[in-house]
């Protein structure tokens, strides 16, 4: 089956009729627990992952499976909302252990959840279409299923009609107008992203947690100055909420002022968990490639992969080298890495399959765009064999949208450019595919999207890698007067 058909039958999976029913579930999502008090924990965490307070509703649950150990819904949650990669595989585990002891619902998100850290994705599809045809009215299993296709799958689009069949079962229910309002800025509509997470703010307003999300959506819309003052309110309301001294990192190294940039990084990391420790540390080091000091980052970027491997975390200890190989300037130094990186996922063995499976294709598709930049077509070709090879045998939408991205890569490189469009379409909001799609549109006399993606492209505002290496020199270039006439 060609990656091509297993994207539709995701999406046929995803779009199947759900309509409200017309009897409401007093009770909401099942917990079968003996336990009172396991189950106030986990009622507790629930709440406190609602508002975005991650560990302290990841402690919650870690208490309530502590009560009562045979709380299956409450280790399957921990396995999919826990951070660490290593937590999540022993808490799948200990869910399907008890499977058999949870009620009919629960089964079913276990099934769900349980498949997709797997990579066992299309019983994982099946499973949540039967738990939401089944449960129709339960606004928490409409919310899970939206933050599951917004982070597991990346499909933010997708995820909207769930966050806002939420929203119609309880209008009050706060986290869905946040997290559908990130839905609405990451494809682009700021108008609705806006809307929704003013909503938020004011469902919430003695809460951290809807002054980040509007400070992160400012400085997503490129408003930097709004960024900053939603972060510092963030703060005020609470000088614990990590997420925000982060996220003031995040907006000076998109400003440029990468000291101050790395000055916030390093009060976020400090107070940090061992994961938020390697990620944020990556954010860091980041700031080094914008700077064009790349000896300082090289040695940044080694340092967390060291870190990353002594705590078991496989997966990140090959982003930290799949990042070092995008900007080296040497082509053999940049395969050294990327080597590197591929020997890390093959010896991972306490990372969720499908995060390792995620990471190899993120790996494999920098191959071919690196390959390709370095006019080296036989290693473009051999690795996009690789990468379809593995999107055959996958049904993630994360692993479909990086071989969209490679194949139209490649087929861009060969002057096939309407054959690239229809690839580098489905991967529209990762750089590299942006800058060619402007390129191919252009070549085909599309010049009104053109002009559109180039200024997607110019204004992107996200922290990543391909930030640095991709959006700021073609801003540079995109924002002189006589190269966009002749241009465009």
């Given at each position: ?200 703010t004011e469902l919430l307003p003695k809460e951290a947690n809807p002054q980040d999300s509007y400070a992160e959506i400012s400085r997503m819309a490129g408003r930097y100055d709004d960024a900053l003052a939603h972060y510092h309110a963030s703060l005020k309301i609470d000088p614990s909420f990590i997420e925000s001294q982060l ?242």
């Open positions: 089956m060609s990656p091509f058909r297993i994207k539709g039958l995701i999406i046929t999976i995803f779009l199947v009729a759900l309509p409200l029913s017309a009897q409401r579930r007093s009770s909401g999502m099942e917990m079968s627990t003996k336990s009172a008090p396991a189950r106030a924990l986990f009622e507790q965490g629930l709440a406190k992952m609602e508002t975005l307070h991650i560990e302290a509703g990841l402690e919650n649950w870690r208490k309530a499976t502590k009560a009562d150990p045979n709380f299956a819904l409450a280790h399957i949650f921990l396995a999919y909302f826990a951070q660490d990669p290593t937590e999540q595989v022993a808490e799948r585990n200990k869910a399907l252990a008890v499977r058999q002891m949870a009620a009919p619902e629960e089964q079913l998100i276990i099934d769900w959840l349980a498949n997709s850290s797997k990579s066992q994705l299309v019983p994982a599809i099946q499973a949540m279409n039967e738990a939401l045809e089944r449960y129709q009215d339960d606004k928490h299993l409409a919310w899970l299923a939206g933050w599951w296709l917004l982070l597991a799958q990346d499909e933010p689009a997708r995820a909207i009609p769930m966050f806002e069949r939420a929203i119609k079962l309880d209008a009050n229910f706060a986290d869905p107008w946040n997290e559908v309002a990130y839905c609405y800025a990451r494809t682009g509509d700021f108008e609705k992203a806006f809307e929704h997470i003013k909503r938020y996220g003031l990192g995040d907006t000076y190294a998109l400003m440029g002022d990468e000291v101050r940039a790395r000055a916030e990084y390093a009060i976020a990391i400090n107070k940090g968990t061992k994961v938020q420790d390697v990620l944020w540390s990556l954010q860091s080091a980041a700031t080094f490639v914008r700077e064009g000091n790349l000896d300082s980052a090289d040695a940044a970027f080694k340092q967390v992969a060291k870190e990353a491997r002594s705590y078991n975390f496989s997966n990140l200890e090959a982003e930290a080298f799949r990042r070092m190989a995008l900007y080296q300037k040497d082509w053999a130094a940049s395969v050294g890495y990327l080597e590197k990186a591929e020997t890390a996922l093959r010896l991972s063995d306490r990372v969720p399959q499908a995060l390792v499976d995620q990471e190899m294709a993120a790996v494999l598709r920098t191959g071919v765009d690196l390959a390709i930049q370095n006019g080296n077509m036989e290693a473009a070709a051999t690795t996009l064999k690789r990468l379809e090879n593995l999107a055959n045998s996958k049904h993630d939408a994360v692993i479909q949208t990086a071989f969209h991205g490679a194949a139209g890569a490649m087929l861009l490189a060969q002057a096939k450019y309407e054959d690239a469009i229809s690839h580098l379409e489905e991967d529209s909001r990762n750089p590299y595919s942006m800058r060619g799609l402007t390129l191919a549109y252009e070549k085909t006399g599309a010049l009104e999207k053109a002009e559109r993606m180039a200024r997607r492209l110019a204004g992107f505002n996200e922290p990543l890698i391909e930030q640095a290496v991709v959006v700021l020199p073609f801003r540079a270039s995109y924002n002189r007067p006589s190269l966009r006439a002749g241009s465009h």
